[in-house]
């Protein structure tokens, strides 16, 4: 049905070697077992013996970030928002910064998208999904692979409504599965790249088109496509865009980009300080020219949003190994691909290579294997990775092993992962 | 299992570490699961088998599963041992409680109750039992054992009056006085405790408060009697209270006798009660010959004496004695002495008899 069950004889080892001779930055063949010499600065904090491959949870901040989040707390760590100081000016600069370099990485512009900060991406579609108004949609429609935090609220969203939910499945290469007809004035909600195997929504500017075309309206969750894969969000006309700054090399935050139009259409209930210009006993006036703020109630975690600044700025100039992230992670996801297809034993639930690579060995506990490895100083998740309807409902899979890549992963750290992985499953076998 | 075996350890653990409690209340909720036959709701087996697995996962992964085994087997004996320790406990609590000893079947090694010489259980223990692989047999006469114990709970409460125990033919070490209450003591005249409690009566002045008497009572051994003359002795004894010598000392020839037994000592030191327990039948009898005439008794008297002694009559007493002893007053402990409402099962001190 999916994936590759492997049972060649080539060894990992015999592969990580063909692979050295041909991958190698800086003419440097890498062996099972290096210590890594080459990974960026900005993360010298990892040591030698740390391997950090969760980052499909949550990225490695790096040194930039880091310093941008302390600058703030250290030298202006004060309200943003209506303030007439110097230091409050001062984030409201940072932030509006912040908010330009968003829409700039994605394409887009002020005059037809605004930027909202939340808590995290599954908060940033609760408030878009629990604030749709009545009769607007004629149903919703989602993927069989989200995450939970798709999943969920269109369920809970649908029963509001009153409207039907439809479960699309995802092709292997991530395109959704529909017919033009099932978009009319639909509410398409699905992710651009799985966290379960990272493919991604081939067909989205298609989707987009049609959805547009019949009425519809599409959200994005982005959470797994804004650190290596923004080039397919951008300007694809998505009418919302939800993603987590803490999973592209930010603190712990959520963003919402979304078209004027939407936020407009918004039944806004969850509201508070911030969003209003006045209040009366029985009424009040929303903020007008900040439609952003529509989904901003309360205090923003001002830090958090300058770190993304930091974050989106370090993105655009950073070069690991003198090439582009993109290119970086390409060929290491290639690599720790390749590494674990040849060990016998290991059944990916990937098709191709891509950041996140899931992953079980039939007869052997993953949580366990996550254990095993930890000792190994190789942090890896294990589980359903909030995606039990797809894995555990509809596949009946096992709990999986995820193995989830960054700018910070070096060819060492691929290498003894697979190395490690190897050698646990021919013992434990 | 081993969410129960590693809740008692983590209970152990968290008693001196506070950072070990919180695992402990996990392993509580999986713990109480399956000992009420559900299925542990929560991965903390896995997890902690597996953190103790990944040491040796990273070096042999192949000891992996032998090992996982292993730890299995080890969560069964801590949970076997911590029953079985948690059941000794109670026992030995109840036994302290019931019988001044915490080990009923040889009071004397256990330390925590007053020092005495124990009555030693005949019934073979658990693990003879077990060694002669008469499983039924030992887990039935242990708790036949303990059933027992739990049984004799309410003597512990009841108010104890020396007179409803009084042997046949008893004496007083003084003149009896109505006006004073009863006690009564069970004594082996060889046992060393007994000769301690003589004394300690002696300095407190109980005989002066107390109408004593006492029941001889020679402790059973393995072969034969724990002490080789006691028996004898307590022949003596009970020969003098069937045949009363009226020596006119005032005090009964019987404790006339014990109180030699219990203070006095030889030329050269040595106490009689330990000469006594030293000698073979034929030379004990010489001395307490001896003693009879010393005390006053002439020739014919002795000989009456020694032949009562040797009578069905006396062995008829000695038997409904041990009667008394181990079925009414159900004592495990000699010396045990009935005064003031209580039993008191073995030594008592000075202070303690005032």
């Known amino acids: 049905m999916f994936g590759r069950h492997n049972s060649a004889p080539r060894t990992p080892e015999r592969a990580a070697s063909a692979r050295a001779s041909r991958t190698a930055p800086h003419g440097r063949a890498a062996r099972a077992g290096d210590i890594a010499t080459d990974r960026l600065a900005d993360f010298a904090y990892l040591a030698d013996t740390e391997i950090y491959l969760d980052a499909a949870c949550q990225s490695l901040r790096p040194a930039p970030v880091i310093r941008a989040v302390t600058d703030y707390y250290e030298t202006y760590n004060a309200c943003g928002g209506r303030v007439k100081y110097a230091w409050g000016k001062k984030v409201d600069e940072q932030v509006a910064a912040t908010r330009r370099a968003v829409l700039s990485l994605l394409g887009l512009s002020a005059r037809t998208h605004a930027v909202s900060f939340t808590l995290n991406t599954t908060y940033g579609i609760n408030l878009l999904l629990q604030q749709l108004p009545q009769g607007r949609y004629s149903r919703i429609i989602t993927s069989r692979i989200e995450h939970n935090s798709v999943f969920l609220p269109t369920i809970t969203a649908a029963r509001r409504l009153g409207i039907d939910r439809v479960v699309l499945d995802r092709a292997p290469d991530g395109a959704l599965e529909y017919s033009p007809t099932m978009l009319d004035g639909a509410l398409v909600v699905v992710s651009a790249a799985s966290n379960i195997d990272g493919r991604q929504l081939t067909n989205l500017t298609e989707l987009v088109a049609d959805a547009h075309q019949r009425g519809g309206t599409v959200i994005l969750d982005a959470a797994q496509a804004m650190a290596h894969g923004s080039a397919l969000l951008r300007a694809t006309g998505a009418d919302a865009i939800c993603f987590s700054a803490h999973k592209m090399y930010g603190a712990s935050l959520g963003v919402v980009v979304s078209t004027l139009d939407l936020l407009a259409s918004l039944d806004i209930s969850f509201i508070g300080g911030g969003m209003v210009s006045d209040v009366r006993e029985t009424s009040f006036d929303l903020v007008t020219g900040d439609p952003g703020s529509l989904l901003e109630p309360g205090l923003q975690a001002w830090g958090e949003i300058i770190a993304l600044g930091a974050a989106v700025s370090w993105m655009g100039t950073v070069r690991p190994g003198g090439q582009s992230p993109t290119a970086h992670v390409t060929q290491m996801s290639e690599r720790l691909f390749d590494g674990l297809a040849a060990i016998p034993g290991l059944t990916l639930v990937n098709t191709t290579a891509a950041p996140v690579i899931s992953m079980y060995a039939p007869g052997q506990d993953s949580h366990r294997l996550a254990v095993f490895l930890s000792q190994s100083g190789i942090m890896a998740r294990s589980g359903y990775f909030c995606a039990h309807h797809y894995l555990k409902d509809h596949l009946a899979l096992p709990p999986l092993l995820r193995l989830s890549l960054g700018l910070h992963t070096t060819e060492s750290d691929i290498d003894r992962t697979s190395a490690a992985l190897a050698r646990l499953l021919k013992g434990l076998s | ?354």
């Open chain 2, 1 to 354: 299992m081993f969410c129960i075996a590693a809740f008692i350890v983590l209970l152990v653990m968290g008693a001196v570490s506070a950072k070990y409690r919180r695992f402990a209340r996990i392993a509580w909720g999986c713990a109480v699961r399956r000992v009420t036959f559900r299925p542990c709701d929560t991965t903390f087996k896995q997890d902690l088998k597996d953190h103790l697995l990944a040491p040796i996962a990273v070096r042999t992964p192949r000891l992996v599963k032998p090992a996982s085994v292993g730890l299995e087997v080890v969560a069964w004996l801590v949970i076997l041992t911590t029953v079985w320790s948690g059941y000794t406990v109670v026992k030995s609590g109840l036994n302290l409680y019931v019988y001044g000893t915490c080990n009923k079947e040889n009071a004397e090694s256990c330390t925590l109750g007053a020092e005495a010489c124990a009555i030693p259980d005949q019934t073979p223990t658990f693990w003879g039992s077990i060694a002669e692989f008469d499983v039924i047999g030992a887990f039935g006469n242990e708790f036949s054992s303990l059933g027992e114990t739990i049984s004799q709970i309410p003597t512990r409460m009841q108010n104890w009056d020396a007179t409803e125990y009084l042997p046949a033919n008893e004496t007083y070490l003084t003149t009896f006085d109505e006006a004073k209450p009863t006690a009564l003591e069970v004594i082996d005249p060889g046992c060393q405790f007994c000769r301690q409690l003589f004394a300690n009566i002696e300095e407190a002045g109980f005989e002066n408060e107390y109408n004593l008497t006492y029941v001889p009572y020679p402790i059973e051994g393995e072969d034969g009697y724990k002490f080789p003359n006691s028996l004898l002795v307590t022949q003596y004894l009970e020969a003098l209270r069937v045949s009363p010598v009226d020596d006119g000392a005032g005090t009964p020839v019987d404790w006339q006798v014990l109180e030699r037994i219990f203070t006095g000592e030889t030329d050269n030191g040595v106490p009689f009660q330990s000469r006594i327990n030293g000698l073979d039948t034929d030379a004990a009898t010489a001395l307490l010959d001896g003693w009879l005439t010393e005390f006053g008794l002439d020739a014919d008297e002795v000989a009456t004496i020694k032949s009562v002694a040797a009578s069905d009559e006396v062995a008829d007493i000695i038997a409904s004695n041990k009667e008394l002893v181990e079925d009414e007053i159900h004592t495990v402990k000699v010396p045990t002495i009935i005064f003031d409402g209580r039993r008191h099962d073995g030594l008592v001190d000075v202070d303690g008899l005032k």
